[in-house]
C-alpha cells in the first residue's frame, strides 16, 4: 500500500503542461510500469532523460516507451533530446514532443525542440515503426501515433549512410501521424516498407493517417508509400527533398487534401501503382525538377482523380527547363487519370532567374485514359502535348490554355 500510495501522491502533484501531465516528482525506472498504468503517460525526464542537447538520451526514451502499455503517451517536455539509435514505438502506444516545427528557408536555426540524431548515429531510421514479428510484440502492431514531434537530421554526416526520420516496416494498421515535422535526414523522410516474411495478411503498412505533417530537405524521396491502401492524407508538405516529393506504389483507395510537393529535385508526386481510387483534392505542386504528377501506373484498375489540383513552374530542370517535362505527365499508364478544375501555370524562380517551366502543361504518352474535364493549361512549348500510343486523350470544352 505504502508504494500504491507514493504514486497517487506523485500524481495529485503533477502538473499539467502544453495539455499533457507531467510529473512534478521524479520516479523510478523500476516505477515507470505503474505510472504508466495508472496516469497514461509516462515522462522521459523522470526517467533520466536530459533534453539538453548534448546528452545521450536513447536508453531513457526507449524505456520510458518500453514501459508504456497499451493506450498510454511517452512525453518528451520541451527540449532537445540527442540519439545514437532507432527509437521503437509498440503497438496502441503514443509518441508525444511538445510542439513540430513547420516551413523554413535553408540556414535557419535548427529547431529548438524535438529529437536531433547525433552524427554518430547508427541505425535505419531515427523512429521506428515495426509489426508484430519484427518487434517481437504479444499482439498486432496497430494504432501506433506520433503527435507534436520534430525530428531534425542536420547533425547527421552528409556523406554517412542514408537514415530515415520514420520508417513503418511490416503488417502495421492505423499509423497515426499528427503535427509532425521531418528535416534534413539523410534517407527518406517518413518512409513505409514491407515485411517480406510476413503471412497473413497485407506486408507493409497501411490504414495510414497522416495530418499536418511536413518534410524539408531530405537526402532521399519525401514520403514513401508502399502498399498503403485505405489511408487518408491531409495538409502533408514536402519542401526541397532530393528525390521525388512523394513515391507512390500501392495507395489505392486512399484520399489526399491539400498536400503539397516543392523545389523537390525528381518527380512532385510520382505515382508508380494504382491498383483502386486515389482521390486528390487541392493538392498543388510547385517548381519540381521533373513533372509536377507522374503517372506510369500499369494496373488496368485504377483511377487517379484530380480535383481542384494546382501544379506550378514544374520541370524546372536544374534551372534549365525543358526536358519533355509537364505538370501532369503520364507515360505507359493504364490507369484512368480523369482532372476537373486542373490548372497548370509556368513560372521562373521567385528570383526571376532561370528558364521558365513546365514545356507542357498536361503530356501523356502510350497510355489508356486521360481526361481532363475543365481548367486552365500553360506549357511553354505547349499547354497540351499529345505523344505517341494513346488511346484516349481528352481535353474537355472547359479547359483554356494560354
Known amino acids: 500500500m505504502t508504494g500504491s500510495n507514493s504514486r497517487r501522491s506523485v500524481l495529485r502533484s503533477a502538473l499539467a503542461v502544453g495539455g499533457v501531465a507531467v510529473s512534478a516528482t521524479a520516479v523510478s525506472a523500476g516505477d515507470a510500469t505503474a505510472v504508466a498504468a495508472d496516469a497514461g503517460w509516462v515522462n522521459v525526464k523522470d526517467l533520466g532523460a536530459k533534453g539538453d542537447g548534448t546528452t545521450d538520451d536513447t536508453a531513457a526514451i526507449q524505456t520510458a516507451l518500453d514501459a508504456c502499455r497499451p493506450g498510454n503517451v511517452t512525453v518528451l517536455p520541451a527540449g532537445v533530446y540527442r540519439t545514437s539509435a532507432p527509437l521503437r514505438i509498440g503497438p496502441y502506444v503514443t509518441l508525444q514532443g511538445s510542439h513540430a516545427g513547420g516551413e523554413s528557408q535553408p540556414g ?90 510476413a503471412t497473413g495478411g497485407p506486408q507493409a503498412p497501411f490504414c495510414l493517417h497522416y495530418d499536418r505533417v511536413s518534410v524539408l530537405w531530405t537526402g532521399s524521396h519525401g514520403i514513401v508509400l508502399n502498399n498503403s491502401t485505405d489511408s487518408v492524407f491531409h495538409d502533408v508538405y514536402v ?86 517535362y509537364a505538370g501532369l505527365g503520364v507515360a505507359s499508364s493504364q490507369c484512368k487519370v480523369i482532372a476537373d478544375g486542373l490548372v497548370v501555370l509556368t513560372g521562373k524562380d521567385d528570383d526571376g532567374t532561370g528558364a521558365a517551366s513546365p514545356q507542357y502543361g498536361v503530356r501523356a504518352d502510350n497510355s489508356a485514359y486521360v481526361v481532363v474535364n475543365s481548367g486552365h493549361l500553360q506549357g511553354v512549348s505547349s499547354p497540351w502535348q499529345n505523344g505517341t500510343g494513346n488511346t484516349k486523350f481528352v481535353k474537355g470544352t472547359l479547359v483554356g490554355t494560354g
Not at 539523410?186 to 516474411?197: D, H, K, S, V
Not at 489526399?256 to 487541392?282: Q, Y
Not at 506510369?296 to 480535383?307: F, I
Open 239 to 324: 519542401l526541397g527533398v532530393g528525390g521525388c516529393g512523394w513515391w507512390m506504389s500501392g495507395a489505392g483507395n486512399s484520399s489526399f487534401t491539400s498536400c503539397r510537393a516543392e523545389w523537390s529535385k525528381l518527380h512532385g508526386f510520382d505515382i508508380e501503382s494504382l491498383p483502386g481510387v486515389i482521390k486528390m483534392v487541392a493538392c498543388s505542386t510547385d517548381r519540381n525538377g521533373w513533372h509536377g504528377m507522374y503517372v506510369h501506373a500499369t494496373d488496368t484498375t485504377g483511377v487517379l482523380v484530380l480535383s481542384a489540383t494546382n501544379l506550378t513552374r514544374d520541370g524546372e530542370n536544374n534551372g534549365t527547363g525543358g526536358g519533355g
Open 108 to 197: 535557419a536555426e535548427n529547431p529548438v525542440v524535438g529529437i536531433r540524431p547525433l552524427p554518430s548515429f547508427t541505425g535505419d531510421a531515427v523512429v521506428e515503426v515495426l509489426d508484430r514479428q519484427l518487434g517481437g510484440y504479444s499482439r498486432p502492431a496497430n494504432a501506433q501515433r506520433i503527435f507534436s514531434l520534430t525530428i531534425d537530421g542536420s547533425d547527421l554526416p552528409r556523406s554517412g549512410a542514408e537514415i530515415d526520420g520514420i520508417r513503418a516496416t511490416g503488417q502495421i494498421q492505423h499509423l497515426q501521424l499528427r503535427d509532425v515535422h521531418v528535416r534534413s535526414v539523410t534517407g527518406i523522410g517518413i518512409n513505409t516498407w514491407y515485411n517480406f516474411n
